[in-house]
């Protein structure tokens, strides 16, 4: 009897020439039959966003040698949606998303266009993973991060995920002998104080970069992907889509609105 | 003594001419002291999305008769975020986004414009309330809406909210005599089953309206917000921003990685 390959959908939100994409295609490869439906411009900080106030287009492409490749005018969310749904002749076993230029540790993991690729495929009802690597260059060194990736996909290949739970991985900056392994933790509690950068056009007319400073309120605990990163560890979140607060539902119920 | 009026941030994301904030703003003045800022465009679906690859303009606007009116170029994230840090002299007591016309249950929670920008409050440190009405249309009657949100919003005033929990209340269309009492539930546990409208340009090229049919997996759950709407009822969800699937921890621990 033929043994079916696992049959796997990639995406990212750095866009489909994305080194990092690259990188993910060519593990991913040697796991199972590949399809590529990622953007094709960078949609960084686009979060869960879909487009339904316009269209989408999808454009075949040949640049990895995956089974299928498709760049997408959408979100990275909008990209899962279609690949599911339109292209795919059944649902994939795995569903990936990276490797992002930089981390999508902690509060980051909402804004994040990899991460929410990863929800939205666990919502479909996927095994799914965002894998994201410190190092924002275009230079960046995926060598070790390949290692990390092909290990955590296998075992999810293996093992499943549970029910309405996708993975972050966030893999730190290092040469593979110098990461410490992997822990499997908690987003640190953080927020960004934002400061909005002002400038203003040739017109005289105002204008903003959004930036900001991480701070995390977790610093002095040791069980937060923040620690893990730190400490030369790739963390592992296990990230929920339910985004109920069950145990406030009783406190609030109280209140006999 | 002067008592302080209390602060409250008003958006949403159907845009500052919508009929929904219209009314929110109209509640609100007579609340506290209110500082409008919200897209000046329809954001529906925006999800977390935040502008980070370009720029973001704000205009003074006077519609409302509040403290301070401005549209933002941007998301109703961005929007909550630019207010906070750029525009308010204090941290608001009280942050607001709607009223929105159509119905944010469920999943829905995650694609909402007008509930991330709830969501981003809570980050923030503010209370925060999303509010949807069951009702799409511009012609919609926020009569019933507007005596439930001064009813909830005052509550939050005087209750606060548990640290990182903010509130998504669901209105459903009906004459206020007519709705049962408000419920403090869980989002049902649901998706959508996405259908691409495929159509074709003058050119003959495809491209692709996002449509779809949603899929309630707890049809037969009372403690849900689709079962508190499809009964009468408003439907009031404590959501949190922590994605953490902190029960799944230690299963995946287990896989020794």
């Known amino acids: 009897m033929k043994k079916v390959k696992p049959l796997i959908l990639v995406t990212n939100d750095d866009g489909i020439t994305a080194p990092g994409i690259a990188a993910l295609v060519e593990v991913m490869k040697t796991l199972g039959e590949v399809v590529v439906v990622a953007p094709d411009k960078a949609q960084s900080g686009m979060g869960h966003a879909i487009t339904i106030n316009s269209t989408l287009r999808i454009n075949k492409v040949k640049i990895y040698g995956a089974k299928q490749e498709y760049s997408c005018t959408g979100t990275p969310v909008d990209c899962i949606k279609f690949a599911v749904n ?6 994939p076993d795995l569903c990936v998303s990276g ?8 509060i980051n993991v909402i804004y994040s266009g990899t991460m929410s690729a990863a929800v939205e495929g666990a919502i479909e009802g996927i095994p799914s993973i965002g894998f994201s690597l410190t190092d924002q260059s275009i230079d960046a060194d995926f060598t070790a991060s390949k290692k990390i990736v092909r290990t955590i996909a296998a075992k999810v290949l ?8 996708c993975l972050n991985v966030n893999i730190p900056k290092l040469k593979y002998e110098l990461i410490k392994g992997i822990k499997i933790c908690r987003q640190a509690r953080a927020t960004w104080i934002e400061k909005f950068d002002e400038r203003f056009d040739p017109g005289g007319q105002a204008y903003y970069w959004l930036t900001g400073k991480f701070e995390n309120f977790d610093a002095k605990e040791k069980d937060t992907d923040v620690w893990a990163l730190d400490n030369n560890y790739v963390s592992v979140v296990p990230t929920q ?4 607060a069950h ?3 009783k406190e609030i119920a109280k209140w006999k609105l």
Chains 1, 2 share one sequence.
């Open 247 to 249: 145990l406030a539902i």
């Open 241 to 244: 889509f339910d985004m109920t």
């Open 158 to 165: 293996q093992n499943g995920l549970p029910s309405g739970v």
């Open 99 to 106: 490797i992002n230029h930089g981390t999508n540790m902690s």
């Open 86 to 91: 339109k292209i795919m002749h059944r649902k």
